[in-house]
Nanobody, 113 residues
């Protein structure tokens, strides 16, 4: 079973930045691609950024150029640097190891003035 612990969310003004972290355990982290997902109220959970085990990245169109995903295999942690935040980025953010079924508790990001 994979354990995932997201952190770093909070309340930020439009245009601000946050850095999310996700610590993973129960897997050989370096072997897994990782994704950051988000779910806004009344909407389905969506993939916003992914990083393969080799470090290749991909982003949804809505965050491309503003968000950056990275990973540190020594710490079994994946990060999401979020810049130029917009109110529509408000959601609970989750990470997931691709190919596994487990989710963490998520971390709330609220963008509001």
């Amino acid at each position: 079973q994979v354990q995932l612990a997201e952190s770093g969310g909070g309340l930020v003004q439009p245009g601000g930045s946050l850095r999310l972290s996700c610590a993973a355990s129960g897997i050989r982290f370096s072997n897994y691609g990782m994704g950051w997902y988000r779910q806004a109220p009344g909407k389905q959970r969506e993939l916003v950024a992914g990083i393969s085990s080799s470090g290749s990245t991909n982003y949804s169109d809505s965050v491309k150029g503003r968000f950056t995903i990275s990973r540190d295999s020594r710490k079994s942690t994946v990060y999401l640097q979020m810049n130029s935040l917009k109110p529509e980025d408000t959601a609970v953010y989750y990470c997931k190891a691709w190919g596994t079924a487990d989710w963490g508790q998520g971390t709330q990001v609220t963008v509001s003035s």
